[in-house]
C-alpha cells in the first residue's frame, strides 16, 4: 500500500481482529495512517501500547479509534478536550457496552435472558462472540483505553470484573455457548428479582477513578438515577471533573449497531483528511 505516488495511505480496520492490531506499529511506523474501532491494541499489553505510540510520534502517521468507545458518540475527543484545557479528571463511570444496556433495557422477566443475548448478537449489536460483552472484557478494554488517555498505565489485570458468562461456557464454541446459555437463565432472574424487591433497576457499569481503580460489573440503581433512564442500546458516559463536579458532564447516545459505528469512523476519516490539508 506505501507507494511513492500516493502522498497518503490509510488503513481502516473494521475488525474485532488481535492479529491484525499487532500489525499496527509496523504500519505506523512506515507512514500509514490507521482508522479503526478495533480496541486490541490500545487496550493490549503496556509496553505493546507504548510501541505503537512511539512508531506513531516517529512517523507522524495518524491513528484515530475514536470508534473504539461509544462508536459514534464523541468519548474520547471530549475526554481529550477536557484534559488539553486543563480540567482535572477526577472520575469516568457509565454504561459503555450497547449490548449490555440493549440487554438489560430488555430484560423485565417476561422473555429468557438468553433469547435476549441472541437477538442482540442477530441485531449486530453484540462483539462477534457474545461472550466478549457478557465476560466484561469489552467494557474494561473501554477503561483501559479511556484510563491511558489520561496518562494511567493500566493493564487489563487491573480491572476488577464481574462476568455473566457462566464459568463452565468459558471455553465453549460461540455456537454451543448459546445453544447452552438458556440453562443458566434461572440466575440473572433471581438477581433482577431481588433489585426489584429494593426498588431498583439491574444495569451494567464500568468505573474509573484518577487513581486507577478500575471496576466492571452489574449494580443495582435507582429508578431516578440517570443510568436507569436510557433508550435500548445508548451508552452513557459521565465525567466527573474539576470543572464539571457539581453537576457531572454527561455523553449519550446510541452506543452500538453498524450505522453509528460505521458514523464513527467516517468521521475519523474525515477528521484525517482535514489533518493533511483537505478542504471538507
Not at 129 to 150: F, H, N, Q, W, Y
Not at 236 to 248: A, H, K, M, S
Amino acid at each position: 500500500m506505501r507507494v511513492d505516488y500516493l502522498p497518503h495511505t490509510v488503513i481502516i480496520d473494521c475488525t474485532a481482529s488481535e492479529e491484525i492490531a499487532r500489525e499496527y506499529r509496523d504500519w505506523l511506523a512506515s507512514g500509514i495512517h490507521i482508522i479503526t474501532p478495533n480496541k486490541k491494541a490500545n487496550s493490549g499489553s503496556w509496553e505493546a501500547y507504548r510501541s505503537l505510540h512511539e512508531a506513531r510520534r516517529s512517523s507522524r502517521a495518524h491513528y484515530l479509534y475514536e470508534a473504539t468507545v461509544g462508536a459514534g458518540l464523541p468519548v474520547i475527543q471530549t475526554l481529550r478536550d477536557l484534559r488539553e484545557t486543563g480540567d482535572e479528571i477526577r472520575s469516568i463511570e457509565g454504561i459503555f457496552s450497547g449490548t449490555l444496556a440493549y440487554l438489560f433495557n430488555l430484560y423485565d422477566g417476561r422473555r429468557a435472558f438468553s433469547e435476549i443475548v441472541r437477538e442482540a448478537k442477530q441485531r449486530g449489536y453484540t462483539e462477534p462472540d457474545p461472550r466478549e460483552d457478557l465476560s466484561g472484557t469489552d467494557v474494561a478494554r473501554k477503561l483501559i483505553i479511556l484510563g491511558r488517555e489520561i496518562g494511567l498505565a493500566l493493564e487489563l489485570a487491573d480491572v476488577s470484573i464481574e462476568s455473566l458468562v457462566p464459568p463452565s461456557l468459558v471455553a465453549a464454541s460461540s455456537e454451543d455457548f448459546l445453544a447452552e446459555l438458556p440453562r443458566y437463565d434461572s440466575g440473572v432472574l433471581e438477581r433482577l428479582q431481588a433489585a426489584r424487591g429494593r426498588g431498583k433497576v439491574l444495569r451494567y457499569l464500568g468505573r474509573l477513578t484518577a487513581d486507577g481503580q478500575a471496576t466492571v460489573g452489574l449494580v443495582e440503581l435507582d429508578g431516578r438515577h440517570p443510568f436507569a433512564n436510557i433508550a435500548l442500546t445508548d451508552n452513557i458516559v459521565r465525567f466527573e471533573t474539576g470543572r464539571y463536579c457539581d453537576n457531572p458532564l454527561i455523553v449519550q447516545g446510541p452506543g452500538a449497531g453498524p450505522a453509528v459505528t460505521a458514523g464513527g469512523v467516517f468521521g475519523d476519516l474525515l477528521r484525517l483528511s482535514a489533518y493533511l490539508g483537505a478542504r471538507l
